[in-house]
Nanobody, 124 residues
């Protein structure tokens, strides 16, 4: 059974940093692009960042570019999201997602596996 499990969320003050992780189990995702999405209360889930299978290619939403960094450890079947200079508007549930072995993608519909999410709250 394929599972994506996020961890590392929490409460942080504006301007602070936080790192979230996503561990995949049930199969290897070494050939799969991975992504992070987030959903704030009463808003639609939105793209945050994505990384290709090797980690050589990354892409970010404009709202997080320069502040967030996505990375992956293929041997550990884990993808990370380092979040710096956090703002209150970054408050959301952050979801990890995996796509079938195709090119990197930025839309929800292109991802096949999802984690349960981890809450990130940024206080002002």
């Amino acid at each position: 059974q394929v599972q994506l499990v996020e961890s590392g969320g929490g409460l942080v003050q504006a301007g602070g940093s936080l790192s979230v992780s996503c561990v995949a189990s049930g199969r290897t995702f070494s050939n799969n692009p991975m992504g992070w999405f987030r959903q704030a209360p009463e808003k639609e889930r939105e793209f945050v960042a994505a990384i290709n299978h090797s980690g050589a290619i990354t892409t970010y939403a404009d709202s997080v570019k320069g502040r967030f960094t996505i990375s992956r450890d293929i041997a550990k079947n884990t993808v990370y999201l380092q979040m710096n200079s956090l703002k209150p508007e970054d408050t959301a549930v952050y979801y990890c997602a995996a796509r079938r072995p195709l090119a990197i993608a930025i839309t929800l519909a292109e991802y096949d596996y999802w984690g349960q999410g981890t809450q990130v709250t940024v206080s002002s």
